[in-house]
């Protein structure tokens, strides 16, 4: 017989997509009940089923949830290693197109799609790509647009930046305004922020490269494939993919659709379609 609590999670969950369209139903159960724990103690909501109430009637409080269930941490260059492979394995092909589409899903408060945009302006590339950033949680790409971030964490993505082989100096890419670091701006009109959902919309364009880095470690193997297949059928002949550090191609669906580029660092290129 199913726990009491396991009964709420679902019934939640359920209420969350019906009410307002997010699809968490497909998302590891045990990441969900760590994150809705969180929110019940933060919140103040004595059970599961006393928080489903509130956030029904309240959009607020589903605001307040939903930055719990879409965990919106992140920091730029993360995993320097990655970056690095970038530079030498993905940009060297991609500065052979006319143009370029780059998506960074899953985008968050917007550290990636950041380091994405540098790490393009240091290869002469960025002013031929269109760079899209996404991700569901709309107070995420809100802070995203801003391109403001705590002044202090700067020491620390400067020391990520320079691992992931910075050709500058990191300050020249932010000032020191409104009580934090502010992006230069040629870097935040070159990054389109936009809603999209891997969990229940579509592919919405031809793209040359894809990084989507731990998201999917959140996913169930069915929800898994789903993205896998939406950055499979975005990606243009050959295009290349990026995943997090814990995540894999081997034993989904896609297994046999991509090539590994850099296999620790978790970059893969497309295979053409057989036949």
Not at 132 to 153: C, M, P, V, W
Not at 154 to 164: E, I, L, S, V, W
């Amino acid at each position: 017989m199913p726990h009491v609590a396991d009964i709420e999670l679902r019934l939640l969950i359920e209420a969350v997509y019906l009410r307002y369209g997010h699809d968490f139903r497909d998302y590891a159960q045990a990441s969900l009940r760590r994150r809705i724990g969180q929110a019940q103690q933060r919140m103040r909501a004595a059970t599961i089923s006393a928080l489903q109430e509130r956030i029904l009637h309240d959009p607020q409080q589903f605001n307040e949830l939903l930055q719990y269930l879409t965990v919106p941490v992140s920091e730029m260059f993360r995993d320097p290693p990655y970056f690095l492979a970038i530079r030498r394995h993905v940009l060297p092909v991609l500065g052979t197109y006319p143009s370029l589409k780059v998506w960074v899903a899953g985008c968050s408060t917007g550290e990636e799609a950041y380091s994405m945009a540098i790490l393009l302006q240091e290869e002469g590339l960025l002013e031929r790509t269109i760079l899209y950033a996404t991700d569901i949680n709309h107070a995420s790409l809100e802070k995203a647009r801003k391109g403001i971030f705590d002044l202090q964490a700067m020491q620390d993505f400067t020391r990520n930046y320079q691992r992931a082989g910075g050709h500058r100096s990191f300050g020249e890419y932010y000032t020191a305004a409104y009580g934090g670091a502010l992006m230069d701006k040629s870097l935040r009109d070159a990054i389109t922020f936009a809603d999209h959902s891997l969990a229940t919309d579509a592919v919405f364009a031809e793209t040359h490269f894809v990084s989507c880095r731990n998201v999917l470690i959140y996913f169930n193997r069915p929800l898994q494939d789903r993205a896998l297949g939406l950055f499979h059928d975005s990606l243009a002949h050959r295009g290349f993919l990026g995943l997090g550090s814990k995540e894999t191609l081997d034993f989904s669906a896609y297994a046999g659709r991509f090539e590994p580029v850099s296999r620790p660092e978790r970059l893969y290129r497309r295979l053409p379609d057989p036949g």
